[in-house]
Structure formats: C-alpha cells, structure tokens
C-alpha cells in the first residue's frame, strides 16, 4: 500500500536505528504517548534494534484501557435493556467492567453488534426506527470528530432513537499529570500523530516549556517510529526541550479547524476519570447541554451505575510508566488476556497484553 | 526471570458461567472448552487430537470427522454455507491423509425458511460434493421453531480411507522440519467480513473456499514423507502453527516476508487493525515434512490451479516447545500467539 | 489509540456527511470527507473510524523519504 510499504522498509529502519545508537551517550527513557504505536513498536519489534541507553515507556494512549470501570459497567447496564441495540468498536467488547463484558450481556440476549464506524451506528438506527440505538463512544481527539460528526447529523435528521455513551478522553491533560508526577520517569514523549492531525501541535508548546521536556509528534508505522526516536534523542542529547513534528505528511500546526469546529459544536471539556490513574481535571470531551439528550448515560438514566476496579490491578502505575508489565504480581497469573484483571491486559494495545503476547518467553527477548 | 514462566499448556480455570461466542473462536477459550468439558466426559488423549481421527476395521485404516457450519451470511463472495459443509468436512478427512469416501449431511431448518434459500444451499452442497469425488449418502433433517434457530445450520460427517503407509499427524511435526501453505491467506474471513452489516467494504476478494484433498494427494502418492497437515480455518495459520507447536512439543518459527497474503486482504486487514495470520482459510492447507523434500512437494502442489501460490513459510526449531515466533521484515522476532477468541476490528 | 489509514479518494458525492469512497489498494470503504472541504478525487487522506481525518501531504512524504536516503548517505560515509 502506498504511503504505508516505504515507511515500513528494513533498510530505512536500521539506517535510523544505527543513527539512533551514533547519537546517544546515555540512558534516556521515552514515552510513546499512542496505543497505536505500542502496537505497532511490539508488532515489528522496535525495540530490539534500539540501543541499550533508551527504553521505551508505553503511555496511556489507548482508550480502550483509559475507559473507567463505572463506564463499562454504563455500558452493560445500557446493552442489557431489551430496546437497546448496543453499537461498540470491537476491542471494546472483551473489556471487564467490575463484573463481567459485553460478549457476557450479549451471551444473555443483549443485542450488541461490532461497528466500524459511529457513522455505521448512525445507519442502524435509521434503519431500526422502533429500537434505541446506542453508540459507545470512547477515544482521543481523533475520534471525536466522528462521533460528534454521528450526533451533529442525528439532531439534524431528527433521529430520537440514536445516542452516544460518552466517555472521551484528551491527551494533554494526562501529559501533564504525567510530567508533575514526583515519581515521573519520563525524559520525552512521542506525541500521538493522530491527535495533533485533529488538534494540532500548539498546546503541547507550553508543556514542552513547562517541563523541560521534548515532544516528538510522530506517526505510526516503524520508520516513523525511528525516526520520532531519533528527534527526541537528538533534543535530549543537546539539552534542548521543543515540539518538533515528525509526521509533517499529514500533521499541521493549527490541526484541522473543520474538524475542531465539529468537536466544538458538539463536546465540551470536563473532567474525566482514567482506569488506573484516577481523576484528571479537564481531561475529557462529554456533550454540550443542546445535545444533552443524545446523552445515552441521561437517556437511560445510569449515571449513578458503577463499581470499582480490582484492588490487585497496577495498571495505573504501568500506564505512567512506573511499573513493568511483568513486575506486577498479577502478571501472567491472576491476570491474563482471556481473565483480565485490568484493560491494559484486554486490549491488543494494552501494555500488560502487548507484552503476554509478544514478550512471554525469555529467549525472544535477548538482542 | 525464568525461561518460561507463562508455558501454553498452564492449566486455567474455566471462569465463566456460560458459553461465551469466544469460546468457538478457534483460540484460547475454544481449546480451555475442548480441554476443560469434553475431553474429561468423553476421554480422548489431548495429544492425539487431529482434524479426523483414524479408525483400524477388518485391516483398513478408517478417516472419521464431524463438522458444524453456521456461516453469517450464509452467501458470500467465492461461495455459501452449501459448499462449504462439504469442503470443510473433505479437507479435514485429507489432514489425516485420507482419501475422502462419503459424507452425511444433517440439516437443522429454522420454521419459515424460504425453500428457494433451502433448494439453493443443497444444490450447492451437491455440485460441491461431485467435485470432490464423494456422495452424500445418508442425512437428516430437524425443524425447530421460529427464533430457536438461524435460518439453517448443517452438519456433516465424513469417512475417508487412510492409504497403507500413511502416517500424518501433528506428533511426527520434528525440528527439521519445512512449514509450507498452499497458498495466499485470510481470503475467506476478509471475503466474509466485507459482506458483513457495520464492517461492509468493496472488495475484489472472493473467499478461497474449495477442496485440498487433491493437494494432500498429490504431496502422499509421491512418496513424500509427510509428517503433518492441517488446514488453517478459525484462527488462520497463526493458530495451526500454536496448535502443532504444543501437539509436537517443538517451536516454529515463520518469516513475515515469506507468508503470502494479496493486497487486498492486507488492506482490508490494515481498515479493521487485523493481523491477516489470524484471519480464516476455506481452501488452504499447511504442511510440515523434511526440509530436504520441499522443494519437490512445492512442485507438486504448484502443478494445481488451488495451489500455484504454494510456499515455504517458516521452519520447525527444537523448542522451547510451544513457542511460535514471526521474524519481521525488519529482521527483529515477536510471539505469535494463540489469541483469545476471534479476532475483533480495533480502533486503535 | 487511532488507527489511521492512508486511501485515495474515488469520487465524492453531496450529501450533508459528504461521503465518498476512499481506495486502500484494491479495497474500497465509504467513509464521511466531512472534516476535508477541499479534497476531492485523486487526494490522499488518512481516514480513523469511517471519517478522513486531514488530507496527506504527497510533497512532505516524499520529502522525508528524500531525507533518509540522505541520512543513509552520510552513514555510508561515516563507516567508510
């Protein structure tokens, strides 16, 4: 495919690899901000061709992890109720809420059904006028145009029986609670590529300020990757601390304003809760009080729903960073990809399920 | 840290309370459900398992197989549920190096079922059989109520004759040993998946849904000392080479370069976040014999319209037993493992 | 957390969503062109989640392949 074949090419990537280990005298410790690109960092291997000096920290980029249990347990309540028919990304399907997942309320009866899109949910609930059609929306900034997209066009077609279960999340807020932790392990980011396209890249510069810290907006696949690594290093080894933008093929420093005006129309910021870190002031996108009744949490009345998560979880601590996935006691034991403890491990982006599947014998691991 | 501290075969309870669709996924839970409910009641040894088991009786060596089929959508490109009962049940008969003698068809009919579907899928089933050589030679039908079926489900059972000398079955797998496919992957779950409400895409993928038979006979009456086949359904080959890997106590290792998979199933994959090494087969088969025979057993299988894309994809190692590692087209190496249940789209 | 894939626009029609069909090679998805005004068959977007997210700069792309190879170059020198 083009524009994704070249940025995956083994010569390109072991030129940058071999430039990475020319310009580093040190250990240096990067976070890559995206679950999209954990998943592609453990799906080529990249960290094998690093240099021992920098490890790479996986972030709290995957909204599938991020999701809170009170949400989740929103979710099933909704799902659950026989008008309902439930419309969720798929990887959102396996993920634990304080009892059970979706695949459990659907084992019962519950009609929930994988989407591609809120666009295709949209469709359902032209199509099926006598249910309520529910849309999980969860994610970054980049899929909150689509979903306010999805709830701007309903309230122009005057569609009653859609909503969206919101539970969106922003990347610079958990940035900063990041960087202020006293704990904090971080020496630079890899900013998700796929945010700033929407976002842009201006309101990382006073992070960057702030916290002495350089952040790479890069994109996705391994030769961007390297070479989002190569940048941050280079800053770090000369004491500089910038927003520089690897993805420059796609990514703009105003972001894109038509779909900022989408996500303006339709969202307001509020505070959020992250599963495993807890409550983050203004980190989140719910709906303005004119959509308030494409509210599905309003609609069906589960806003006070919600249990809490399993004590023996760390996920917090290894979405900061502090903690290796196989470091915590629950590892591979009490917690695994078909018995999650935490949506770190349910997840194929998830650091805990990244690092079961693709890390688990020892041998693989030496360079 | 230990070598191996997370083994495939560590025993995990079975957690949850009902069936879950995980559970015929083709992954984790499938072989939890196998492993956990039905090999302790009907008391087959775990190692022995095979797509068909072989049966001694009066001197001859019996293939024995079953197989549901409960498609949705019953029609999709390349073909429909009627065919591929009949395939799927004539390629797990030749897994076992058998050459297919007659299959059984059950038919369990949901109550309004338009007979125009009904007269379609059997037509199918026939035209399937006569190209496979075999006859549909005894059968059964149910009608449930409405609601307590889905439109229809069919079964098939089959019974092959094993050739003297012939002895396929995951345990012989040996470190040595060449891992070949017959040809490019995951036509059927992409050809499937685009057809599907809230996924659809265009496609020009038709599923490669067919019989191997003839391939598998092709690679045993030259002589070809083949140690293991199986064809690469549920799960996709990342599956079958978790499935061998453990049977056989060895490790494989596959290089991404070298497993064929067309550029449209690849796109299709990077829409949905797939990893095309899980995505279903209907007309593939794996094989596994001496590295020193491949070359000869590509020529055979090439010599076939089904199996011109027959290729080399990996090796067989010593272990550690159970591993299955991919080496990138980076050259870096990452497990391939046995996923949970099926494969879900992903949005990150 | 976002899948992104480049496609090239095919055609776009008129409706409020704007959608259109975007290739990805020889598959071809509807997905809404909404948040790109201005591009129109023959453009390379990046479409997450059924929306194109901005139009891809062709130029800067090839640009960046251009700057490895230029990297690749000075290594070649460095280890001669």
Same mark, same amino acid.
């Given at each position: 495919?083009?524009?994704?074949?070249?940025?995956?090419?083994?010569?390109?990537?072991?030129?940058?690899?071999?430039?990475?280990?020319?310009?580093?005298?040190?250990?240096?410790?990067?976070?890559?901000?995206?679950?999209?690109?954990?998943?592609?960092?453990?799906?080529?291997?990249?960290?094998?061709?690093?240099?021992?000096?920098?490890?790479?920290?996986?972030?709290?980029?995957?909204?599938?992890?991020?999701?809170?249990?009170?949400?989740?347990?929103?979710?099933?309540?909704?799902?659950?109720?026989?008008?309902?028919?439930?419309?969720?990304?798929?990887?959102?399907?396996?993920?634990?809420?304080?009892?059970?997942?979706?695949?459990?309320?659907?084992?019962?009866?519950?009609?929930?059904?994988?989407?591609?899109?809120?666009?295709?949910?949209?469709?359902?609930?032209?199509?099926?006028?006598?249910?309520?059609?529910?849309?999980?929306?969860?994610?970054?900034?980049?899929?909150?145009?689509?979903?306010?997209?999805?709830?701007?066009?309903?309230?122009?077609?005057?569609?009653?029986?859609?909503?969206?279960?919101?539970?969106?999340?922003?990347?610079?807020?958990?940035?900063?609670?990041?960087?202020?932790?006293?704990?904090?392990?971080?020496?630079?980011?890899?900013?998700?590529?796929?945010?700033?396209?929407?976002?842009?890249?201006?309101?990382?510069?006073?992070?960057?300020?702030?916290?002495?810290?350089?952040?790479?907006?890069?994109?996705?696949?391994?030769?961007?990757?390297?070479?989002?690594?190569?940048?941050?290093?280079?800053?770090?080894?000369?004491?500089?601390?910038?927003?520089?933008?690897?993805?420059?093929?796609?990514?703009?420093?105003?972001?894109?304003?038509?779909?900022?005006?989408?996500?303006?129309?339709?969202?307001?910021?509020?505070?959020?809760?992250?599963?495993?870190?807890?409550?983050?002031?203004?980190?989140?996108?719910?709906?303005?009080?004119?959509?308030?009744?494409?509210?599905?949490?309003?609609?069906?009345?589960?806003?006070?729903?919600?249990?809490?998560?399993?004590?023996?979880?760390?996920?917090?601590?290894?979405?900061?960073?502090?903690?290796?996935?196989?470091?915590?006691?629950?590892?591979?034991?009490?917690?695994?990809?078909?018995?999650?403890?935490?949506?770190?491990?349910?997840?194929?982006?998830?650091?805990?399920?990244?690092?079961?599947?693709?890390?688990?014998?020892?041998?693989?691991?030496?360079? | 840290?230990?070598?191996?501290?997370?083994?495939?075969?560590?025993?995990?309870?079975?957690?949850?309370?009902?069936?879950?669709?995980?559970?015929?996924?083709?992954?984790?839970?499938?072989?939890?459900?196998?492993?956990?409910?039905?090999?302790?009641?009907?008391?087959?040894?775990?190692?022995?398992?095979?797509?068909?088991?072989?049966?001694?009786?009066?001197?001859?060596?019996?293939?024995?197989?079953?197989?549901?089929?409960?498609?949705?959508?019953?029609?999709?490109?390349? *073909? !429909? #549920? /009627?065919?591929?009962?009949?395939?799927?049940?004539?390629?797990?008969?030749?897994? =076992?190096?058998?050459? &297919?003698? %007659?299959?059984?068809?059950?038919?369990?009919?949901?109550?309004?079922?338009?007979?125009?579907?009904?007269?379609?899928?059997?037509?199918?089933?026939?035209?399937?059989?006569?190209?496979?050589?075999?006859?549909?030679?005894?059968?059964?039908?149910?009608?449930?109520?409405?609601?307590?079926?889905?439109?229809?489900?069919?079964?098939?059972?089959?019974?092959?004759?094993?050739?003297?000398?012939?002895?396929?079955?995951?345990?012989?797998?040996?470190?040595?040993?060449?891992?070949?496919?017959? *040809? !490019? #992957? /995951?036509?059927?779950?992409?050809?499937?998946?685009?057809?599907?409400?809230?996924? =659809?895409?265009?496609? &020009?993928? %038709?599923?490669?849904?067919?019989?191997?038979?003839?391939?598998?006979?092709?690679?045993?009456?030259?002589?070809?000392?083949?140690?293991?086949?199986?064809?690469?359904?549920?799960?996709?080959?990342?599956?079958?080479?978790?499935?061998?890997?453990?049977?056989?106590?060895?490790?494989?290792?596959?290089?991404?370069?070298?497993?064929?998979?067309?550029?449209?199933?690849?796109?299709?994959?990077?829409?949905?976040?797939?990893?095309?090494?899980?995505?279903?087969?209907?007309?593939?088969?794996?094989?596994? #014999?001496?590295?020193?025979?491949?070359?000869?057993?590509?020529?055979?299988?090439?010599?076939?319209?089904?199996?011109?894309? %027959?290729?080399?994809?990996?090796?067989?190692?010593?272990?550690?037993?159970?591993?299955?590692?991919?080496?990138?087209?980076?050259?870096?190496?990452?497990?391939?493992?046995?996923?949970?249940?099926?494969?879900?789209?992903?949005?990150? | 957390?976002?899948?992104?894939?480049?496609?090239?626009?095919?055609?776009?029609?008129?409706?409020?969503?704007?959608?259109?069909?975007?290739?990805?090679?020889?598959?071809?998805?509807?997905?809404?062109?909404?948040?790109?005004?201005?591009?129109?068959?023959?453009?390379?977007?990046?479409?997450?989640?059924?929306?194109?997210?901005?139009?891809?700069?062709?130029?800067?792309?090839?640009?960046?392949?251009?700057?490895?190879?230029?990297?690749?170059?000075?290594?070649?020198?460095?280890?001669?």
């Amino acid at each position: 495919m083009k524009y994704v074949d070249e940025f995956r090419d083994g010569h390109r990537a072991r030129v940058l690899a071999e430039a990475i280990r020319r310009k580093v005298t040190r250990p240096w410790s990067l976070m890559e901000v995206c679950g999209g690109q954990t998943h592609s960092i453990v799906r080529f291997g990249l960290d094998e061709l690093l240099p021992p000096e920098v490890s790479l920290i996986h972030g709290p980029g995957c909204p599938v992890c991020v999701t809170p249990v009170a949400l989740i347990d929103q979710a099933l309540a909704i799902a659950a109720r026989p008008e309902v028919t439930f419309c969720s990304f798929g990887d959102m399907l396996r993920v634990p809420g304080s009892a059970e997942d979706l695949f459990a309320v659907k084992s019962r009866g519950a009609d929930v059904r994988v989407v591609y899109s809120p666009l295709d949910a949209l469709a359902l609930a032209r199509e099926l006028p006598h249910r309520e059609v529910v849309f999980f929306a969860v994610g970054f900034e980049t899929t909150a145009p689509a979903n306010a997209l999805a709830v701007a066009q309903a309230r122009k077609e005057g569609l009653e029986n859609f909503s969206i279960l919101v539970s969106h999340v922003r990347v610079p807020p958990a940035l900063e609670a990041i960087l202020a932790s006293p704990q904090r392990r971080v020496d630079a980011f890899l900013a998700a590529g796929h945010v700033c396209t929407i976002m842009g890249t201006e309101e990382y510069v006073p992070l960057a300020a702030k916290h002495h810290v350089p952040i790479v907006v890069t994109a996705f696949e391994p030769v961007d990757l390297l070479q989002g690594i190569l940048m941050a290093v280079s800053q770090l080894e000369e004491g500089r601390a910038e927003v520089e933008n690897q993805y420059a093929r796609l990514v703009q420093a105003g972001g894109n304003r038509p779909a900022q005006a989408l996500i303006q129309e339709v969202f307001q910021v509020v505070d959020r809760t992250w599963r495993g870190i807890g409550g983050i002031p203004e980190s989140g996108f719910g709906l303005r009080p004119e959509y308030v009744r494409y509210d599905a949490a309003q609609r069906f009345a589960v806003s006070e729903v919600g249990g809490a998560e399993s004590p023996d979880c760390q996920s917090g601590l290894v979405l900061q960073g502090l903690l290796k996935p196989m470091d915590c006691p629950a590892f591979g034991k009490a917690c695994t990809p078909d018995h999650p403890l935490g949506a770190t491990m349910v997840s194929s982006e998830g650091a805990c399920a990244a690092y079961y599947r693709y890390r688990r014998f020892a041998p693989v691991e030496t360079r | 840290m230990s070598p191996d501290p997370f083994a495939l075969s560590c025993p995990r309870p079975l957690r949850h309370d009902t069936v879950q669709l995980a559970h015929g996924g083709g992954g984790r839970l499938m072989k939890d459900l196998i492993e956990k409910v039905f090999l302790p009641a009907l008391g087959t040894d775990p190692q022995g398992l095979h797509d068909s088991a072989v049966l001694e009786a009066g001197g001859a060596r019996l293939a024995f197989t079953t197989d549901g089929f409960v498609v949705h959508p019953r029609r999709f490109p390349g *073909g !429909d #549920l /009627g065919e591929l009962a009949v395939y799927g049940t004539v390629n797990d008969l030749a897994m =076992a190096g058998a050459r &297919p003698l %007659a299959l059984s068809a059950a038919f369990i009919l949901e109550e309004g079922l338009p007979f125009e579907e009904l007269t379609g899928l059997v037509r199918s089933l026939r035209a399937a059989a006569d190209r496979c050589g075999v006859r549909v030679v005894t059968g059964d039908t149910k009608v449930v109520d409405r609601g307590k079926g889905d439109g229809i489900f069919i079964t098939t059972t089959g019974v092959g004759l094993v050739p003297p000398g012939v002895e396929v079955h995951p345990r012989r797998v040996a470190p040595g040993d060449a891992v070949l496919v017959s *040809g !490019d #992957l /995951g036509r059927h779950g992409i050809a499937v998946m685009s057809v599907r409400e809230g996924l =659809a895409f265009e496609t &020009p993928i %038709a599923s490669d849904c067919g019989p191997v038979h003839h391939l598998a006979a092709a690679l045993l009456e030259d002589g070809l000392d083949i140690h293991c086949l199986r064809d690469p359904t549920r799960g996709g080959l990342a599956s079958v080479l978790n499935e061998i890997a453990s049977a056989a106590g060895v490790a494989i290792e596959a290089r991404e370069e070298a497993v064929p998979v067309d550029e449209a199933v690849a796109a299709a994959c990077e829409i949905l976040g797939l990893d095309p090494l899980y995505v279903a087969c209907e007309g593939r088969l794996v094989a596994f #014999l001496p590295a020193a025979q491949a070359d000869r057993a590509l020529t055979l299988l090439r010599a076939h319209p089904e199996g011109i894309g %027959a290729t080399v994809i990996g090796r067989v190692l010593d272990g550690p037993a159970g591993r299955v590692t991919l080496r990138t087209s980076l050259g870096t190496t990452r497990l391939l493992d046995l996923l949970s249940g099926e494969q879900l789209p992903r949005i990150c | 957390m976002c899948l992104g894939v480049p496609g090239q626009i095919l055609d776009v029609d008129d409706t409020p969503l704007r959608m259109g069909r975007v290739a990805f090679g020889p598959t071809i998805k509807d997905v809404s062109l909404a948040c790109v005004p201005d591009a129109g068959p023959g453009a390379w977007v990046v479409v997450h989640a059924g929306l194109a997210l901005d139009e891809l700069d062709e130029e800067a792309a090839r640009l960046m392949i251009e700057g490895l190879a230029q990297l690749d170059l000075a290594s070649g020198e460095a280890q001669a």
